[in-house]
C-alpha cells in the first residue's frame, strides 16, 4: 500500500497527531495499525471528517417522524453521540477483548482508526472500498449498507477496567471510578456474556445500518482485538406521530422516571463525569443482558403483573395515579386500606424518592436470540445505562435484586461497565489523553 503524504491534507498524519510522550513517530505510529482495513483508506476518513461531520443536518420537523436521512456528528460534540441523542429504533452492542501480546501503541492505533471509521459510517459512507480493483482482493467494507441512508447511526465506544491492568501500561490513568462490577443479587452471570475491555453500542433507525457498522468495526481490529459477546436489540425509539414510552417484552412502559433521553433534563447532576481529567466529558457505561420467563410471565394475571411493577400496564400510570408521568404517591391507599403501590414492587424499590435521589440515564432495547434449550423463548432486555459513578446502579441494583417482585421472572445473565470518553474533537480521537 501506498503510504498516504504528509504533506497532503488528505493524509492522515495531519489529522490524527501523533501522541507525546511515547516515543512513536507518526508514521510508525499508523503503520502498527491491525486488521484488515487499509489505514490510508481511514486515514482519508479523518480528513473527510473535518469537513463532513461537524454538524448534524437539520433534524426532522416532527420528533415523531423517522427521518432516514438523518445523520449525527461523531466530532466536537461535549459528549460521544449516541447517549443523549434522540433514541433509534435498533441497537446492536457488542464487546471485545484485546489479544495476548498487543501493546499500548495497539490500542492507541485501534481507537485512532476507529474514529475515523466511527465519523464515515455516522455520516452513511463505506470505510473503504468496497469493489477492489483487482478481483481477488478482500474489500475493505463489507457493502451491505451500500445504498442505505445514515438512519441517525450512532457508535458509542467504552473501555472496560481490564485496559488499565499492566499489560498497557496505563494504570495511572485509570478512571477514578471505573472497577468490575461486584456481585449482585440476583445475579445468574454467564461468563461467555460478562466483562470486555472495549464496548461498541451502534444505534440507527435502520437495523442493517447498526449491523453493518459494527459488524466492519470489527473486521478492522481482526488480529488486534476478539469479539466477547453481542447483542442485538429493538424496539427503543418512537416508531410513529404520537408513540409513547417504548416497551418492554413484557408489555410495560419501560423507563419513564429515569433521566430523559433526547431531551435537556438532569444529566448534569445524573450523568456526565466533571473532574478526572481525560475523562471529563464523559461517563460510565452499564451494560446488563437480563432474560425473562415470558411464558410464565404470560400465565400471570394482568392485576398481579400491575402490582409486580407498581404501574397500570397499559398507560403506565402509577397505581396511586392516572396518567404516566403523575408522580407516585407510595403512601396512598385504596379503599380496601391496602397501599396502592407495594414496598417490593418495581417502582417503589427503584424510585429515586426511596434512593436518595439516585437517578440514571437508561437506554435499554428488547433483544430475542430465538428458543432456549428447553423449547421457551429466549428473549429480555439489553439494559444499557449511563451515570457519572457506577455506585449509582450497584445501589439501585442491590435493594432490586433482593426484594423486587420482578425477580421471580428475570435473571441478569450478562454483564459489564465501561468507561465512555468525551467526543474527541476534529482532528483527533477517542481517549486520546490516555497517551499523553
Known amino acids: 500500500m501506498t503510504e498516504p503524504d504528509p504533506q497532503s491534507p488528505s493524509s492522515t498524519h495531519d489529522n490524527i497527531p501523533a501522541p507525546a510522550g511515547r516515543g512513536v513517530s507518526r508514521r510508525r505510529f499508523f503503520q502498527g495499525a491491525a486488521g484488515g482495513v487499509a489505514v490510508g483508506a481511514l486515514g482519508a476518513g479523518g480528513a473527510w471528517a473535518a469537513s463532513t461531520t461537524s454538524a448534524s443536518p437539520p433534524a426532522a420537523a416532527d420528533p415523531d417522524v423517522v427521518d432516514l436521512t438523518r445523520q449525527v ?107 468490575a462490577l461486584p456481585a449482585l443479587p440476583s445475579d445468574r452471570l454467564q461468563p461467555e456474556l460478562t466483562g470486555g475491555d472495549l464496548s461498541l453500542q451502534a444505534c440507527a433507525d435502520d437495523p442493517q445500518v447498526a449491523y453493518h457498522a459494527v459488524r466492519n468495526l470489527a473486521r478492522m481490529v481482526r488480529g488486534t482485538a476478539q469479539i466477547r459477546w453481542t447483542v442485538l436489540g429493538f424496539g427503543r425509539a418512537s416508531a410513529g406521530r404520537g408513540q409513547q414510552t417504548p416497551r418492554n417484552l413484557m408489555g410495560f412502559k419501560d423507563g419513564t422516571r ?102 440514571i440515564l437508561r437506554r435499554g432495547y428488547n433483544y430475542t436470540d430465538g428458543l432456549n434449550s428447553v423449547g421457551q423463548l429466549d428473549a429480555g432486555l439489553l439494559f444499557l445505562a449511563y451515570m457519572k459513578d457506577p455506585a449509582q446502579f450497584v445501589t439501585l441494583q442491590r435493594k432490586l435484586g433482593r426484594a423486587d417482585r420482578l425477580n421471580e421472572y428475570i435473571a441478569h445473565i450478562g454483564s459489564a461497565v465501561f468507561a465512555v470518553p468525551p467526543s474527541p474533537r476534529t482532528g483527533h480521537y477517542l481517549a486520546e489523553g490516555l497517551f499523553t
Open 73 to 179: 456528528a461523531f466530532y466536537d460534540a461535549t459528549h460521544q453521540a449516541g447517549i443523549q441523542t434522540r433514541p433509534q429504533r435498533y441497537a446492536v452492542f457488542m464487546t471485545f477483548d484485546m489479544a495476548t501480546g498487543t501493546t499500548a501503541t495497539d490500542l492507541q492505533t485501534l481507537l485512532a482508526r476507529w474514529s475515523a471509521a466511527c465519523a464515515r459510517l455516522m455520516s452513511g459512507q463505506a470505510i473503504g472500498t468496497v469493489e477492489p480493483s483487482r478481483v481477488d482482493a478482500v474489500a475493505q467494507d463489507s457493502g451491505e449498507a451500500s445504498g442505505l441512508e445514515p438512519a441517525s447511526l450512532t457508535v458509542t465506544v467504552g473501555l472496560g477496567p481490564g485496559l488499565f491492568d499492566e499489560r498497557f501500561g496505563l494504570k495511572s490513568k485509570r478512571p477514578q471510578l471505573l472497577s
Open 258 to 359: 429515569n433521566v430523559s433521553v433526547g431531551g435537556v433534563g438532569d444529566d448534569d447532576e445524573h450523568v456526565w463525569v466533571t473532574d478526572d481529567d481525560w475523562m471529563t466529558g464523559g461517563t460510565y457505561q452499564v451494560a446488563r443482558k437480563i432474560s425473562m420467563n415470558l411464558e410464565i410471565w404470560d400465565a400471570d394475571p394482568v392485576s398481579d403483573q400491575q402490582e409486580i411493577f407498581g404501574r397500570s400496564k397499559l398507560e403506565g400510570a402509577p397505581l396511586s395515579g392516572k396518567d404516566e408521568h403523575d408522580v407516585p404517591d407510595f403512601s396512598a391507599k385504596t379503599a380496601s386500606g391496602k397501599l396502592a403501590i407495594g414496598p417490593t414492587s418495581h417502582i417503589a424499590l427503584a424510585a429515586h424518592e426511596n434512593n436518595n435521589g439516585t437517578k
